[in-house]
Protein backbone atom coordinates (compact mmCIF):
# COMPACT_ATOMS: atom_id res chain seq x y z
CA UNK A 1 0.00 0.00 0.00
CA UNK A 2 1.32 3.47 -0.66
CA UNK A 3 -0.59 6.81 0.20
CA UNK A 4 -0.37 10.02 -2.06
CA UNK A 5 -1.16 13.21 -0.91
CA UNK A 6 -1.23 16.15 -3.56
CA UNK A 7 -1.06 19.59 -2.36
CA UNK A 8 -0.15 23.36 -4.11
CA UNK A 9 -3.58 23.99 -6.16
CA UNK A 10 -5.62 26.96 -5.32
CA UNK A 11 -6.75 29.92 -7.05
CA UNK A 12 -4.65 31.75 -10.07
CA UNK A 13 -5.33 34.05 -12.64
CA UNK A 14 -5.12 33.20 -16.17
CA UNK A 15 -1.51 33.53 -17.44
CA UNK A 16 -0.47 32.39 -13.83
CA UNK A 17 1.58 29.47 -12.53
CA UNK A 18 1.52 26.88 -9.95
CA UNK A 19 3.18 23.67 -9.17
CA UNK A 20 1.33 20.69 -7.54
CA UNK A 21 3.00 18.19 -5.31
CA UNK A 22 2.53 14.53 -4.90
CA UNK A 23 4.30 13.13 -2.15
CA UNK A 24 3.96 9.35 -1.57
CA UNK A 25 4.33 7.60 1.78
CA UNK A 26 7.25 5.67 1.17
CA UNK A 27 9.71 5.29 -1.92
CA UNK A 28 8.90 5.62 -5.29
CA UNK A 29 12.62 4.63 -6.55
CA UNK A 30 11.11 1.20 -8.16
CA UNK A 31 8.13 1.88 -9.38
CA UNK A 32 6.56 1.94 -13.20
CA UNK A 33 5.40 5.32 -13.22
CA UNK A 34 3.67 8.45 -11.56
CA UNK A 35 1.23 10.42 -13.56
CA UNK A 36 -0.91 13.44 -13.03
CA UNK A 37 -4.69 13.05 -14.31
CA UNK A 38 -7.44 15.96 -14.02
CA UNK A 39 -10.83 15.94 -14.01
CA UNK A 40 -12.64 19.11 -14.53
CA UNK A 41 -17.27 19.59 -13.97
CA UNK A 42 -19.21 17.34 -16.04
CA UNK A 43 -16.24 16.11 -18.04
CA UNK A 44 -14.37 12.40 -18.02
CA UNK A 45 -10.73 12.46 -15.85
CA UNK A 46 -8.15 12.88 -18.28
CA UNK A 47 -4.59 11.91 -18.25
CA UNK A 48 -2.17 14.89 -18.00
CA UNK A 49 1.70 14.11 -17.74
CA UNK A 50 3.33 10.95 -16.83
CA UNK A 51 7.04 10.37 -15.83
CA UNK A 52 7.99 6.49 -15.99
CA UNK A 53 10.96 5.36 -13.81
CA UNK A 54 13.54 5.83 -16.83
CA UNK A 55 12.91 9.04 -16.74
CA UNK A 56 11.35 10.46 -19.67
CA UNK A 57 8.02 12.21 -20.03
CA UNK A 58 4.59 12.31 -21.90
CA UNK A 59 2.35 15.35 -21.76
CA UNK A 60 -1.46 15.85 -22.90
CA UNK A 61 -1.73 17.77 -26.33
CA UNK A 62 -3.48 20.30 -24.57
CA UNK A 63 -0.49 20.88 -21.90
CA UNK A 64 2.40 20.63 -23.78
CA UNK A 65 4.63 23.16 -23.63
CA UNK A 66 2.89 24.88 -20.75
CA UNK A 67 3.43 21.74 -18.26
CA UNK A 68 6.26 19.98 -16.89
CA UNK A 69 6.33 16.77 -14.39
CA UNK A 70 9.17 15.89 -12.75
CA UNK A 71 10.26 13.47 -9.72
CA UNK A 72 12.49 13.84 -6.48
CA UNK A 73 13.13 9.95 -5.79
CA UNK A 74 14.71 11.22 -2.72
CA UNK A 75 11.68 13.37 -1.37
CA UNK A 76 9.50 10.52 -2.68
CA UNK A 77 7.26 13.48 -4.95
CA UNK A 78 6.22 13.72 -7.88
CA UNK A 79 5.73 17.69 -9.38
CA UNK A 80 3.64 18.97 -11.74
CA UNK A 81 5.03 22.52 -12.86
CA UNK A 82 2.31 24.70 -14.75
CA UNK A 83 2.20 27.47 -16.61
CA UNK A 84 0.55 29.80 -18.91
CA UNK A 85 -2.79 28.49 -17.12
CA UNK A 86 -5.87 29.45 -18.47
CA UNK A 87 -9.74 28.87 -17.52
CA UNK A 88 -9.81 25.34 -18.93
CA UNK A 89 -7.28 24.22 -16.99
CA UNK A 90 -9.75 24.16 -14.22
CA UNK A 91 -9.70 21.13 -12.65
CA UNK A 92 -8.88 18.98 -9.57
CA UNK A 93 -5.69 17.39 -10.18
CA UNK A 94 -4.79 13.75 -9.49
CA UNK A 95 -2.01 12.27 -8.49
CA UNK A 96 -1.52 8.74 -9.68
CA UNK A 97 0.94 5.89 -9.34
CA UNK A 98 1.82 2.48 -11.16
CA UNK A 99 3.76 -0.68 -9.58
CA UNK A 100 4.03 -4.24 -10.57
CA UNK A 101 0.80 -4.77 -7.85
CA UNK A 102 -1.06 -1.95 -8.83
CA UNK A 103 -1.94 1.63 -9.07
CA UNK A 104 -2.98 4.00 -6.94
CA UNK A 105 -4.93 7.41 -6.88
CA UNK A 106 -4.30 10.42 -4.00
CA UNK A 107 -7.47 12.47 -2.98
CA UNK A 108 -7.20 15.24 -5.54
CA UNK A 109 -6.29 19.06 -5.38
CA UNK A 110 -8.57 22.11 -6.96
CA UNK A 111 -6.55 24.06 -9.23
CA UNK A 112 -9.08 27.28 -10.38
CA UNK A 113 -7.74 29.54 -13.14
CA UNK A 114 -10.16 32.34 -12.72
CA UNK A 115 -9.99 36.48 -13.05
Known amino acids: QVQLVESGGGLVQPGGSLRLSCAAS????????MGWYRQAPGKQRELVAT???????NYADSVKGRFAISRDNAKNTVYLQMTSLTPDDTAVYYC?????????WGQGTQVTVSS
Open 96 to 104: RLWEAGGDY
Open 26 to 33: RSIFNIIA
Open 51 to 57: IPTDGST
